[in-house]
Nanobody, 127 residues
Framework: QVQLVESGGGLVQAGENLRLSCAAS????????MGWYRQAPGKEREFVAD????????YYANSVKGRFTISRDNAKNTVYLQMNSLKVEDTAVYYC????????????????????WGQGTQVTVSS
């Protein structure tokens, strides 16, 4: 079993930055692909970014590419999402996700293949 706890959300103005953290505990963190999804009010949960457990592969949704950066520190069992130049449309609950993978470069995969979810952290961007 893996527990994921997100932190770092909050209320910011458009153009500002935030860094989300997701601390994992339980099983060996460094064999899990990790990532972030978000869900805005009235919308479906959507992919934001993911990172392979080897750390060498990262992927981003087009809507955040160039503004968000995902990274991980396997020694600290933590994955981060640095969010720069935030926009009002980035407002959502952000969820950390984990999936056990055999291949170091493998991605999270589809949402229904996720093994573990965090409880979510609210990010609100005002205009």
């Amino acid at each position: 079993q893996v527990q994921l706890v997100e932190s770092g959300g909050g209320l910011v103005q458009a153009g500002e930055n935030l860094r989300l953290s997701c601390a994992a505990s339980g099983r060996t963190f460094n064999r899990f692909a990790m990532g972030w999804y978000r869900q805005a009010p009235g919308k479906e949960r959507e992919f934001v970014a993911d990172i392979s457990w080897g750390g060498g592969n990262t992927y981003y949704a087009n809507s955040v590419k160039g503004r968000f950066t995902i990274s991980r520190d396997n020694a600290k069992n933590t994955v981060y999402l640095q969010m720069n130049s935030l926009k009002v449309e980035d407002t959502a609950v952000y969820y950390c996700a984990a999936r056990s993978r055999i291949i170091a470069g493998a991605r999270l995969g589809s949402m229904n293949e996720i093994d573990y979810w965090g409880q979510g952290t609210q990010v609100t961007v005002s205009s």
